[in-house]
């Protein structure tokens, strides 16, 4: 499961769509309260029911952390006959879907339902219709939603050019002191991280510190990916071996299956194949081995003839009996 990152307003809760309409932020509170005034009177413009008005009110205030007022619960209408029947309907149906759905514009159709029968038995019923006032209502708290993400956006990134850039190189800074706190593991390739004093690094302007963060960044992802790889390319011998026995294994276990046609015509290839060498290699030592006989033939015939020649019969013959004298 992945982590959300913390609400940077009131660093209490994990921000989500819901947290964004509940943060305890001061700023966002009173934002919160304003915006949900001004919906208020929206909605009473289009005349809306007021049966409709007290049971938002009611449902929608708690997921807004906006404290219910005491003259709401005092003054909520008890609805009678095909009204109360159809409330009972949206209130469910709304539940079923999520009050919290409804700031997002996603609301029951029973709303629309009650909203014309008490038109309809009103006197001075006004001129639009149900499905203009539904269209209205829902188009109000998307504007409610719409505005609280405003808020939101321009408390954390800044509500001008100016305000955003400043934000940034903030944010950027503080990167940049975290990772001079707790410095990554580089490869020996790299530039140590300490070459450039942190005093001078956080100088550097926003598009240099973006630039600097990004490309340590990749250091980090190309040094784990080299260590990866070293770790695949020497493995320890323990690990040589269990390879060799599971080759050995499953070898062993092939041997032992039947022969499918296609690894018994490989077989017979390889058959044949190594019957063709043999053949070839044996003509081949019978070849050698007769021109080796030969040469040792030769070699003898050579070595029992007798000398001949003028060199060989000019030297004097002596005998081991009588060795030759030396006169002096």
Known sequence: STTRPLCPRCLQADETNAHVFTCSNEEALKQRKADWME??????????????EQTWRYYLQPILGIPLGGSIIEGLTIAHGDVADLLRVAVQEQTTIGWDKLLLGMGSTTWKSIQDIIDSSNPKAPERDATSWMNTA??????FSLRCWKTRNDTVHGANKQEQKQIALKNVRAQITAIYENPPKLAPQFRSIYEIP?????QMPLQAAEHWIS??????KVT?????????QHKPMQSHMR???REARSQAKERNQPATPRKAHSRAVQAAVKEMRDKLYAKRASKSA???SKRKETSRTTSHKPATGTSNSAQPQFSMEHPPVRHH
């Open 138 to 143: 829902i188009h109000q708290l998307i504007k």
């Open 290 to 292: 007769k021109k080796s």
């Open 198 to 202: 942190l005093e001078h690094r956080l």
């Open 39 to 52: 919906l208020w009177k929206q909605l009473y413009k289009c005349k809306t029911a007021g049966i409709i």
């Open 224 to 232: 784990h990916h080299n260590f990866q790889c070293l770790l695949k």
């Open 243 to 245: 390879t060799m026995r």
């Open 215 to 220: 490309l340590v960044t990749h250091q980090v």
